[in-house]
């Protein structure tokens, strides 16, 4: 494997590089947020935007769909009073000021006092479920209600609708154990009442959440409607954010091991990382609440109706320091338990391998969820093109005759790791074009002409393979080194951010720093001259999707980059035998996909999906509710096949794995446990039959 010599990182959402920018821009210390922002995108972004009347327009629009996407705070006369700033809001970037998004801001929390009286005086009492009246679900709603009256009827309808579908789920959990003979059947009265109690909750929570955003949320969340102006991948990071973002990057954290989530104002614990520090430890328990938090013998600090991020800021820490966690357990009783931070190891990011047997053939998979790279232990942090170097030894070692890579729902990260990888399959030759904003081009690639695996290879693909995912496919489909079978196309994200870290110290709303900026400032291309910029790449064999028919990927995102072409790159196919079969392999799998009555009744619930998402009325009348429910159900059941059989296959984990776990019933289980995605995986059978025509 070449030796790394530049980074980068770039993902659907997140993107970072080993050598971080720093900004030429020289600020002053009155200089705001704002200010220093803007003119770092004005330097660094591949296509940077004017601060103008046009912008100032864009951003109004951004700010106030963000708020309020739905409709469902601000009516028409409050849009007539935020009117004012709709042109002036790039003369208060440039001074640095928030009178738009404080205007509105305050509109909004003046409004949820008003309609949180309203939901809750609604809820009082029981909805007529006998009525004629309807509510219409829509993809996008276009208008403000005119008026609060005309909001407060708004909302009565979509609380009944809400209450309505609870009731309706509630009666059917009922029937359903009425039948197994779980339970008596509860009256109606007891279900219709816990139904509007659940939405009354719904709506509570809702409005607390906003009500829980401080200074610094609701700064970050205007920088971040100005960074989506210049495309949807330029965003701003507070300091707490990009600790976030690093450890989706590097699979690992220091901290205590467990997955917590915000219940009822508690932080609770949901579960146990097998291997880490609370796992060993062995006191802390999935269903535990977290009410206090202490730094060893310090203070404890109280988390209850604390926000989760900043709850999750406080048991992070540092490797080898103590948190100790005052904890009710689900008997009612307290209990303060000590834990010694570690390093968790998040071994779901890793990639991970399987060997599957087939009318007498091995076929290995390696699962792969993101592009991850560490650089943090300089040099020895994990990567993901070296952990699929591994893979493929071991996957060989174990007899695989061919290797199939599975990239679904992989949204990208290591451009380095994506090219590095690319060099595991073929001799040497360029992966990748990378374009800076002047026009300059450049065709990173492998030199190493010595190949790890020269068998069959076949990649899996979605909708939601993005950026390196679609890198090393497009390259692998360019040499014909690979079969790529998936959905109709992958994502469509063809560009290249970096992290800027944005100076001048700190404030009292940011005391870790301004935090940094995530900025795209570079396009990539296929080495045929294309980019997968809005088109992604479209497989030689294409597997029907039940969300064929729904708009999806980079180009339904708003402010996207164009597409466009560049000059190929040089490079030479590859001409192994097996690269021969790859047309009549294809051929052979779209004629079996056509013929296949699963495929079939895929593609007809695609069509029932896609006529239903613009919008959809609903009964608000009980049992008409529930005739439309089961009519869903009939045609859901119609379509989706759920009978559906795999092909007569055995999968299993590599004896090493299962080796290196022995005696740990936990992290046993857990290294079986993500087979069960294959269990009825119509896809994957397709895969292995091409792979066995392939083999042939």
């Known amino acids: 494997m070449r030796i790394k010599s530049w980074i980068s990182f770039f993902t659907v959402g997140t993107a970072l590089t080993l050598l971080v920018f720093c900004s030429n821009k020289k600020f002053t210390a009155g200089d705001s947020l704002l200010v220093r922002v803007t003119g770092i995108l004005s330097e660094k972004h591949y296509a940077p935007v004017k601060i103008n009347d046009d912008f100032s327009k864009k951003l109004y629009d951004n700010v106030l769909e963000k708020l309020d996407d739905d409709k469902h705070f601000f009516t028409q006369e409050d849009i007539k009073k935020l009117q004012k700033y709709e042109y002036s809001l790039d003369d208060q970037i440039k001074a640095g000021r928030f009178d738009f998004f404080d205007s509105a801001w305050n509109t909004l929390m003046n409004r949820l006092v008003i309609l949180e009286e309203h939901f809750n005086k609604t809820l009082d009492k029981p909805f007529n479920y006998e009525n004629s009246g309807t509510y219409t679900v829509r993809e996008n709603t276009e208008k403000y209600q005119p008026n609060v009256n005309s909001l407060k009827d708004d909302w009565t309808l979509w609380l009944q609708y809400q209450t309505v579908d609870r009731l309706y789920r509630k009666q059917e959990a009922a029937r359903i154990a009425k039948d197994s003979a779980q339970t008596a059947n509860k009256p109606f009265d007891t279900l219709e009442l816990k139904a509007r109690q659940e939405t009354r909750k719904f709506c509570t929570d809702w409005f607390k959440r906003w009500r829980k955003m401080d200074k610094r949320d609701k700064i970050s969340f205007f920088v971040n409607a100005i960074t989506e102006l210049y495309d949807p991948h330029t965003n701003y990071y507070p300091p707490e954010d990009k600790a976030n973002f690093d450890i989706s990057m590097t699979g690992k954290l220091e901290g205590i091991g467990a997955t917590l989530t915000e219940r009822d104002g508690y932080i609770k614990v949901e579960r146990i990382v097998p291997g880490s520090a609370s796992y060993r430890q062995g006191e802390l328990k999935a269903g535990d609440l977290i009410i206090k938090v202490a730094q060893g013998s310090a203070e404890p600090v109280d988390v209850v109706d604390m926000k989760l991020d900043d709850a999750i800021q406080l048991i992070r820490g540092k490797k080898g320091t103590e948190v100790r966690l ?72 174990a007899g695989a005759q061919g290797i199939m890579l599975d990239l679904r729902n992989n949204g990208g990260g290591s451009l380095a790791d994506a090219i590095d990888m690319g060099g595991l399959f073929i001799k040497e030759g360029p992966i990748v074009q990378v374009r800076e904003p002047r026009g300059m081009v450049d065709a990173p690639g492998d030199p190493d002409p010595n190949i790890v695996y020269d068998g069959p290879l076949l990649i899996l693909t979605n909708a939601y393979s993005a950026s390196a995912s679609e890198i090393l496919a497009a390259a692998m489909q360019d040499y014909k080194r690979a079969l790529i079978v998936g959905s109709k196309s992958t994502f469509g994200k063809g560009t290249v951010q970096t992290f800027v870290p944005i100076g001048g110290g700190s404030s009292s709303d940011f005391p870790k720093g301004f935090g940094q900026l995530k900025v795209t400032i570079q396009k990539f291309y296929r080495i045929n001259g294309g980019t997968t910029q809005l088109n992604g790449v479209t497989p030689d064999v294409i597997i029907p999707d039940i969300y064929d028919g729904i708009p999806q990927g980079e180009r339904e995102m708003k402010h996207h980059l164009a597409y466009d072409k560049i000059k190929p790159a ?59 429910q089961k009519a869903l159900k009939d045609e859901e059941k119609l379509y989706s096949d759920s009978a559906y059989k795999p092909i007569e296959r055995k999968i299993d984990a590599l004896a090493a794995d299962m080796e290196s776990v022995k005696g740990d019933a936990v992290r046993e289980a857990q290294r079986k446990e993500w087979l069960k995605m294959y269990a009825k995986d119509a896809w994957l059978d397709q895969a292995i039959l091409m792979m066995q025509d392939l083999l042939k």
């Open 326 to 397: 005052t904890v009710k357990k689900p008997d009612g009783s307290i209990k303060i338990i000590p834990i010694i931070r570690e390093v968790v190891v998040i071994e779901e990011s890793y990639a991970r391998s399987a060997i599957i047997e087939f009318e007498g053939k091995k076929i290995g998979i390696i699962q792969l969820p993101s592009f991850y790279a560490d650089f943090s232990e300089k040099g020895r942090g994990r990567h993901s093109s070296q952990d699929v170097y591994m893979e493929l030894l071991r996957l060989q070692d």
């Open 570 to 628: 040089t490079y030479t196919a590859y001409s192994a035998p097996h690269a021969t079969r790859f047309e009549a392999t294809a051929q052979s799998a779209k004629s079996r996909i056509a013929s296949s009555a699963h495929f079939s009744n895929v593609q007809k619930r695609a069509k029932s999906l896609a006529a239903m998402r613009d919008s959809y009325i609903w009964s608000l009348n009980l049992k008409k509710y529930a005739a439309q």
